[in-house]
T-cell receptor
Framework: GESVGLHLPTLSVQEGDNSIINCAYSNSASDYFIWYKQESGKGPQFIIDIRSNMDKRQGQRVTVLLNKTVKHLSLQIAATQPGDSAVYFCAENNSGGYQKVTFGTGTKLQVIP | DVKVTQSSRYLVKRTGEKVFLECVQD?????MFWYRQDPGLGLRLIYFSYDVKMKEKGDIPEGYSVSREKKERFSLILESASTNQTSMYLC?????????????FGSGTQLSVL
């Protein structure tokens, strides 16, 4: 079946460095991709999204890159801060029909002060 | 600020009990969702609703039912709770739109079935 997966379950980064979290997806029909951040004890929170007609989108300190050729998605966090420590999920959405979102299993980002 | 509110943060129930998890959103969203989150398995969709009184099965609907009598409220029902339903339950909502829309999540309900 279709799946969304992450390459690294845990990522440790020094404060101030850049973080890169990777995600592979397999549903070629997916056309909308989202990154969520989940802090301990909270529900996932939207960070940034990208549609399949783009290959890069930037937000505040975050950038999402989409490579449709190899079905790869990445989240880059610039100047990582302790408050960035959380679990990050990528999600794919096949917008045809109804909105069904498939989540990856998550990557835990640990920021070392 | 937009909000999805889940009625309970922690819940402890006994096997065989009927359990109601309530979710309310104040964003006038058409779509509402129930997920469960388990370590190593990520978020799995139980049921969703795209309109009042409408419901669709997600990936793991067995043992659950839902109710959406009002646009803002989406309830998840465990007809007869079992220990394998111990989990974190997350409610979410989104607008309807072509091309996909981001989800807004509640803080979750940690359910323990003893």
């Amino acid at each position: 079946g279709e799946s969304v997966g992450l390459h690294l379950p845990t990522l440790s980064v020094q404060e101030g460095d850049n973080s890169i979290i990777n995600c592979a997806y397999s549903n070629s029909a997916s056309d909308y991709f989202i990154w969520y951040k989940q802090e301990s004890g909270k529900g996932p929170q939207f960070i940034i999204d990208i549609r399949s007609n783009m290959d890069k989108r930037q937000g505040q300190r975050v950038t999402v890159l989409l490579n449709k050729t190899v079905k790869h998605l990445s989240l880059q966090i610039a100047a990582t801060q302790p408050g960035d420590s959380a679990v990050y999920f990528c999600a794919e959405n096949n917008s045809g029909g109804y909105q069904k979102v498939t989540f990856g299993t998550g990557t835990k980002l640990q920021v070392i002060p | 600020d937009v909000k999805v509110t889940q009625s309970s943060r922690y819940l402890v129930k006994r096997t065989g009990e009927k359990v109601f998890l309530e979710c309310v959103q104040d964003m006038d969203h058409e779509n509402m969702f129930w997920y469960r989150q388990d370590p190593g398995l990520g978020l799995r969709l139980i049921y969703f609703s795209y309109d009042v009184k409408m419901k669709e099965k997600g990936d793991i609907p067995e043992g659950y039912s839902v109710s959406r009598e009002k646009k803002e409220r989406f309830s998840l029902i465990l007809e007869s709770a079992s220990t394998n339903q111990t989990s974190m339950y997350l409610c979410a909502s989104s607008r309807s739109g072509t091309g996909g829309e981001k989800l807004f999540f509640g803080s979750g309900t940690q359910l323990s079935v003893l």
